[in-house]
């Protein structure tokens, strides 16, 4: 009776029993006016349920878009698009001809009776023509240091206002730093950008960074109307590896050192080896040393001058 409460609280799926069944690539990104492509997978089992793609930042109570019908036909809602693979447990949403205001929070989800499995898509929409500019996708540099992303573009947009924009959606993102339209370096904080106009690359550099900084950012090039750009998604990895080559060196002087007749002392912890070595001490205080003592007591007994027994000591029982 006692053990009921808790295992019916187990018997009620939580969040993280139910993102488990489906999972989703957590964010996608389309350009304006063009079209992005989610899939989603889910657990064998769910092959004849209900799927749907759904739109707003809370799941319980985002709308749902599109749905299948528990078939493998392709559903489409005015610019949605939801298809079902049930031999590759998959399902595939297609949304095109895309505008600002469908970057949002997303979801797909399993219809069922009780709580829905879903996972969270985050949908960012790039600006427009994508072929002025280019940019290399993602950068990743050490905490502590510095990272640079270079951006080209084609020619034509060399006078423009080149800059360095945070933020998953474009359209609201936050300009960090931006030339003036010519090639003088500009720099901000942690950030600098340059703009090379006769090889049409411009360089953004973040220096001591740190694990805030990332995100995804944007390479914008200035216009009227809407600006271009391509996304970089910025990754901080942990510092330097030069604190973590110290004990690779380390051991293998250790290796060396130790035969190979006993490899569990030289797999061992530090703390293992010190343990090791006072066991080792204390067998040396207490046991090998009285029996050396002992041994040189009994050597230095047998070996005693003949003549000082006589007067009082005990007769030798092995000499008679
Ligand atoms: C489902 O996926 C499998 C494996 O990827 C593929 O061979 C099959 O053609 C797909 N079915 C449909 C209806 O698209
Ligand atoms: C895309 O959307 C725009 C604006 O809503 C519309 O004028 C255009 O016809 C649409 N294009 C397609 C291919 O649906
Ligand atoms: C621009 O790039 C070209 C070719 O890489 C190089 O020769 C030139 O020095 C650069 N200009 C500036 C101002 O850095």
Not at 78 to 102: A, G, P, W, Y
Not at 109 to 134: C, F, H, L, M
Not at 142 to 161: A, D, F, I, M, N
């Amino acid at each position: 009776m006692w053990l009921l409460p808790p295992l019916l609280l187990l018997l009620i799926p939580g969040s993280s029993d139910l993102s488990a069944v489906i999972m989703g690539p957590g964010e996608a990104s389309g350009p304006e006016r063009g079209s992005l492509t989610v899939q989603c997978r889910y657990d064998p089992g769910w092959e004849p349920y209900l799927k749907y793609w759904c739109q707003g930042a809370e799941f319980r109570n985002c709308r749902i878009l599109v749905g299948t019908t528990g078939s493998e036909q392709e559903v489409k809602e005015d610019r949605v698009s939801i298809r079902d693979n049930q031999t590759s447990r998959m399902f595939t949403v297609t949304m095109e001809n895309l505008t600002r205001e469908d970057a949002d929070t997303y979801w797909c989800g399993i219809e069922r009776i009780g709580a829905d499995p879903n996972v969270q898509v985050k949908v960012a929409v790039g600006p427009g023509s994508s072929a002025v500019i280019t940019g290399p996708g993602e950068a990743r540099g050490p905490e502590q240091g510095s990272l640079t992303v270079q951006c080209r573009y084609v020619p034509g947009w060399e006078k423009h206002v080149k800059y360095w924009c945070r933020g998953s959606d474009f359209s609201i993102c936050r300009i960090l730093v931006r030339t003036a339209g010519s090639e003088q370096e500009v720099k901000r904080n942690r950030l600098s950008i340059r703009d090379n106009q006769t090889s049409r690359v411009f360089t953004m550099t973040m220096e001591k960074l740190r694990r805030e900084d990332a995100d995804t950012y944007w390479c914008m090039i200035e216009r009227v109307g809407s600006d271009h750009g391509v996304p970089v998604k910025v990754t901080v990895g942990p510092a330097t590896t030069v604190l973590t080559t110290i004990p690779t060196t380390f051991t293998v002087p250790v290796t060396t050192e130790v035969p190979t007749s006993s490899p569990t002392v030289s797999s061992l912890h530090p703390e293992g080896r010190a343990l090791l070595s006072s066991v080792h001490f204390l067998l040396l205080v207490f046991l090998k040393l009285p029996v050396f003592l002992s041994m040189l007591g009994a050597v230095l007994w047998v070996n005693r001058p003949q003549g000082g027994s006589e007067g009082g000591g005990p007769p030798r029982s092995e000499n008679q």
